[in-house]
């Protein structure tokens, strides 16, 4: 069976500290009826060619998705993302982190949200998206992006995805797990069970702390899946982790975001 067309153009969208790039993508042909909008958030290699074919397939099931490049600070998209075969060499890979990931945790809390804040008002303003809450799904530090945002928007977003995500919870003041109080959207997460970014004890703190903040939530542990399962051009793929991932978002989003 031939999944749906998807139509996907990449556009300029405001931040909160100039413009960035964004991938959107909806069904094709474009329906009479607007549709929901979905928050892609990626991980920390950012927007690039698997980002796009998640996009993609999400729009399949009649969305309109929104994936912005997070980093555009520091140079357009194409110039941040290493090299596809450099993600699949377990060698280089590595190197990309330790020298993008001091960019990232120095942007604060309130850049973030406000850079989120703006992704969202675009999303919603975008041609064909409907007058009514989105949903966000989040991949790795893209997870927390999506908790923050739903903390922020509680009344704009309805559901939040969180996949492979690490650092929820952490000894600073800024830890995600003490920052979900007021979050009104079901939260679905699937961490990995190879994650040292995220252990055991701290799966339970967090799955703790969504419960005593009143956080309707689901939260699953995939057995056999590393941190970046659902990340086909990196060697932690997992294949049936990223399949289930899909199943259970699109699932997710079938009965928080259509009416």
């Known amino acids: ?69 997070l980093f555009y600070r520091h140079g357009p998209a194409a110039d941040w993302a290493p090299p596809e075969e450099d993600l699949a060499d377990p060698e280089k890979l590595p190197r990309f982190f330790a020298s993008a990931l001091p960019k990232v945790t120095s942007l604060s809390r309130d850049r973030v949200r406000a850079d989120l804040e703006a992704y969202v008002d675009t999303l919603k303003g975008l041609p064909g998206v409907a007058d009514g809450p989105i949903g966000v799904t989040g991949y790795c530090m893209g997870g927390r992006y999506a908790l923050e945002i739903a903390a922020a928007r509680p009344d704009d977003v309805a559901a939040v995805g969180m996949f492979h995500t690490g650092g929820l919870v952490t000894d600073s003041p800024e830890s995600p797990h003490l920052h979900l109080v007021g979050i009104r959207a079901f939260v679905l997460a699937i961490h990995a069970d190879n994650d040292r970014s995220l252990p055991p004890e701290a799966i339970a703190r967090f799955e703790h702390a969504l419960t005593s903040s009143g956080v309707a939530h689901s939260t699953t542990v995939y057995p056999g899946a590393a941190h970046g399962y659902a990340m086909s051009d990196v060697p932690a793929y997992h294949h049936e982790a990223c399949e289930h991932h899909f199943a259970e978002l699109e699932a997710l989003f079938a009965r928080t975001l259509h009416a």
């Open 1 to 69: 069976m031939q999944p749906p067309a998807v139509h996907g153009e990449t556009i300029t969208i405001p931040a909160a500290d100039g413009d960035t790039e964004c991938y959107v993508a909806r069904p094709d042909p474009a329906t009479d009826a607007p549709l929901p909008g979905v928050l892609l958030i990626s991980d920390l290699i950012g927007l690039r060619p698997r980002i796009r074919t998640m996009a993609d397939r999400i729009a399949s099931w009649g969305h309109v998705v929104a994936a912005p490049h």
